[in-house]
Structure formats: C-alpha cells, structure tokens
C-alpha cells in the first residue's frame, strides 16, 4: 500500500488513525519549507520518529533536560555509529538512561514532532508500506493514538481545530474503534466533554453543557477526535454540505481522488466507486454537485451498496470525501 497527496486536504490525524486502524508497517514521510520528517510504524505503532530540525533530536531533548552531558552524548553517539545501532540503545547498555526513561523521552520526541505537523497548514505527505530494520534497536511501544492525544492536547490554533469540527451544527459521538488495542487514558476535564456526547447533542450543545468558555472546548474536543475516541456526524444542510465538498475536492487532484477510492475499499468496478468519481468531476459548484448528487444517489439500489456506503460514513478515514459521503447517506436515506 502507498498514499501521498497534501496535508491541507488530509489532515495528519485523520492519516495516523487510518494507518492505525489498518494496522499497517512502513514509513511515513512528510515534509514542509525544508522540515523533512518520518514517522515509522509497525502494525500501526509508531515505533520510531525522525526530524531534521536539530533542537528536537533525542539527543538535545536529553542534554537540555539534564540527563547526559555533552561528554556522554559525543561518546553514545560514536559507539552507536561503530555499532550501527541506535543512540537510544547505546544510552541504556552504557548505563547512563534507564529503559523506561528512553521511552519517555522518545514518546516526548514522537510527541512533539506530530505537534509541530499538527500546526502545519500545508505540506506534502508519503506513506508506503515496508518491512522494517529494527536492527539495533530496542524493542519498545509507542502508541499512535496516546502520541496523538498528547500532541493535540497542546494545540490552541482554532484554524487547525476547525479542520476536524467543521460546524457547531455537527453531532459528535463515541467512535466504534480507537485503533488500539490499549485504554487512552483521558484527564478529567476530557472525561467531562466525553460523557455529554450521546450521538444526538450538537457541537454547540456539548459546549454549553460542559461549563467550559468555547476555546477550551472545542481544544477538549480535538484532542478526543484527533486520537479516536470521539466522531463527527456532520448535520448540516445539503447547500452547506455542497459548499463543503466543491471547496475540499477542488484541492484534490484525480491522482489523489482515485488513491482515496483505493484505500476506502472500492474496487474499480464498483458501482459506488463509479458514482464517487462521476460526482468528484462535476464538483465545480454547489449547483453541479447537488445536482449529480441527486442523479447519481439512483444507483445505489441494493442492500450492499447500502451498506458499504454506511461503513464509508462511519468510519471518515479520507477527510476530503465526507461531505460527499454524508450528502449520498442523506439523499439515499430519503429515497
């Protein structure tokens, strides 16, 4: 499996739970205005993380944090290169960092490297599968969706937030899979936001129930959706919908579109595969989209397409197709 295309039509979230879900082994590659960063995963666990930005580097992160000297880091790092191992692994067998306290700061590193793609409103993404060498390395386990909750719990950009709550009219609810197989352990005030989703209260209602002033909430509720406990039904009027689909498919090329369809599912031939891409083409204008909407919504005339088509809301694995998905869902459904 590959995926590339633009991080302002995919958000990193979005990708990460996708290929968590998917339990998925490769590397994903990303970059922005000279910042390249990777992101290796194994069964969908992130499992290493580079960036080229030197003041995050593990090494730096434990100097400035006091743990080694610059001494000790020149030493680790020629036995690790001698060795072709792992600065991290060289630190714990010289005895200067204790195995829990690497994958503290690891997790520390993944962490802050995710934030800062987080925060990117553009840039360009490539994931491909792979078989990993973990040779010198130690084994360790950072879970993707603790990495994404920590990272999103430290955004505060209302644009980046609104990329995954799109309207105060949208109904959050309890999402069917996390992706993990471990318990996200939320704070209390995430708890408290979490236990007013019921699948029927709107973004605004969740908001004004929690006690919380509208920006901590909504902060609140990014950091739910963006590590996969939490969903978004979008309830919303078929002319905003429309809007919605022209402005996010007009930034899609049909290279993107079509490895979209790919990794929802869709074969080539199929009939839902087929009414996707003759509506990406016409998505023009609200008109245009409404209308090959409504023309299109007639081929899906069995239960299967009907129900693939619901498996395809639920689980919103390509942010820039769910208003067509939701627009096909309500216009089928009033069939």
Not at 186 to 213: C, H, P, Y
Not at 215 to 225: C, G, P, T
């Amino acid at each position: 499996m590959s995926l590339n295309g633009n991080l302002k039509t995919f958000d990193l979230s979005s990708l990460l739970r996708m290929l968590t879900f998917a339990k998925r082994t490769g590397k994903l590659l990303l970059r922005f205005e000279g910042n390249t960063i990777q992101i290796f995963l194994h069964k969908g666990d992130v499992v290493y993380a580079t960036e080229t930005r030197k003041n995050n580097r593990l090494g730096d992160l434990l100097k400035e944090s006091g743990h080694i000297s610059q001494k000790n880091l020149e030493e680790c790092l020629a036995i690790s290169l001698k060795n072709k191992e792992r600065l991290g692994k060289t630190l714990v067998q010289q005895g200067y960092l204790s195995l829990e306290k690497l994958n503290q700061f690891l997790l520390q590193q993944a962490e802050n490297i995710v934030c800062t793609v987080l925060l990117w409103d553009t840039g360009i993404f490539e994931y491909s599968d792979a078989k990993l060498n973990l040779t010198g390395a130690i084994e360790y386990k950072l879970d993707t969706m603790h990495i994404l909750l920590g990272a999103s719990r430290r955004i505060d950009k209302i644009g980046i937030i609104k990329k995954l709550i799109p309207s105060e009219a949208a109904i959050p609810k309890i999402s069917a899979n996390t992706g993990s197989g471990e318990e996200i352990r939320l704070n209390a005030s995430e708890r408290k936001i979490l236990a007013l989703v019921n699948g029927n209260t709107t973004v605004r209602q969740v908001i004004d129930k929690s006690g919380f002033d509208d920006l901590a909430a909504y902060k609140l509720l990014y950091s739910l959706i963006s590590s996969g406990k939490v969903e978004i039904s979008l309830a919303m009027a078929h002319s905003q919908l429309a809007v919605a689909a022209v402005k996010k498919l007009g930034e899609v090329d049909p290279r993107q579109f079509r490895e979209a369809l790919d990794h929802l599912g869709l074969k080539r031939t199929s009939s839902l595969r087929v009414v996707l891409t003759f509506i990406f083409r016409e998505a023009i204008s609200e008109e245009h989209i409404l209308a090959a909407v409504n023309k299109e919504v007639q081929k899906i005339n069995n239960p299967e397409e009907t129900n693939s088509l619901r498996i395809l809301r639920e689980e919103n694995r390509v942010p820039f197709t769910r208003e067509v998905i939701e627009l096909l869902w309500q216009k089928e459904n009033m069939q």
